[in-house]
């Protein structure tokens, strides 16, 4: 069974920093896209950072201040978020895919946070 699982969401003041994690688990995900996305509420979900071999991609709004990587050993790939403001605050997600992430696998989401 295919699970993956966020952990490293909280809560920050603005100019702070948060690192998630997602660990994925039951099958091998070293040549899929992995990627985080994130909805505030009232909005739509939308892709924040995602990687796929040595290619990333970066929302504008977070370019220079998150960086996303991964550990195909381990299977996890992370998100280091610096300089945090609250309109970065949402339940972030996690999603392993190959090409559609609607065909992919999600974690559960973890909240982040950002207090003014």
């Known amino acids: 069974q295919v699970q993956l699982v966020e952990s490293g969401g909280g809560l920050v003041q603005a100019g702070g920093s948060l690192r998630l994690s997602c660990a994925a688990s039951?099958?091998?995900?070293?040549?899929?896209?992995m990627g985080w996305f994130r909805q505030a509420p009232g909005e739509e979900r939308e892709l924040v950072a995602a990687?796929?071999?040595?290619?990333?991609y970066y929302k504008d709004s977070v370019k220079g201040r998150f960086t996303i990587s991964r550990d195909n050993a381990k299977n996890t790939v992370y998100l280091q978020m610096n300089s945090l403001t609250p309109e970065d605050t949402a339940v972030y997600y996690c999603?392993?895919?190959?090409?559609?992430?609607?065909?992919?696998?999600w974690g559960q989401g973890t909240q982040v946070t950002v207090s003014s």
């Open positions: 990687v796929r071999w040595s290619v990333s």
């Open positions: 999603a392993t895919y190959d090409g559609d992430p609607s065909t992919g696998y």
């Open positions: 039951g099958r091998t995900f070293s040549s899929y896209a």
